[in-house]
């Protein structure tokens, strides 16, 4: 089990950039396939980002693919959301999941994971 905290978030124009961080208590980071997820008011919490153990693989919502990244530093034990481009509909509560896994490998459904954060507010004006 991991502790999350994520931070970075706020208010940004249409067009602007955020990024986004997630640090994770515990030694065994390295070992927890990480993923973004977020949820706008009367929505379901949606799929956004995943990223494997290793960094080397990684998977977006189609509704973010080209404008968002997301990457891991496990010396820090941290994994971020650099977020470009942003959109008005972009606007929701992120979270950051994790998930230990054998495999190095990202997931997308939120079912598949144990461990979230509190939860950063992003919003979007037009």
């Known amino acids: 089990q991991v502790q999350l905290v994520e931070s970075g978030g706020g208010l940004v124009q249409a067009g602007g950039s955020l990024r986004l961080s997630c640090a994770a208590s515990?030694?065994?980071?390295?070992?927890?396939?990480m993923g973004w997820f977020r949820q706008a008011p009367g929505k379901e919490r949606e799929f956004v980002a995943s990223?494997?153990?290793?960094?080397?693989?990684?998977y977006y919502a189609d509704s973010v693919k080209g404008r968002f990244t997301t990457s891991r530093d496990n010396a820090k034990n941290t994994v971020y959301l650099q977020m470009n481009s942003l959109k008005p509909e972009d606007t929701a509560v992120y979270y950051c999941a994790a998930r230990q896994s054998r495999v190095d490998t990202y997931y997308y459904d939120r079912r598949e994971y144990n461990d979230w954060g509190q939860g950063t507010q992003v919003t979007v004006s037009s």
């Open positions: 990223i494997s153990w290793s960094g080397v693989h990684t």
């Open positions: 515990g030694r065994l980071f390295s070992s927890y396939a």
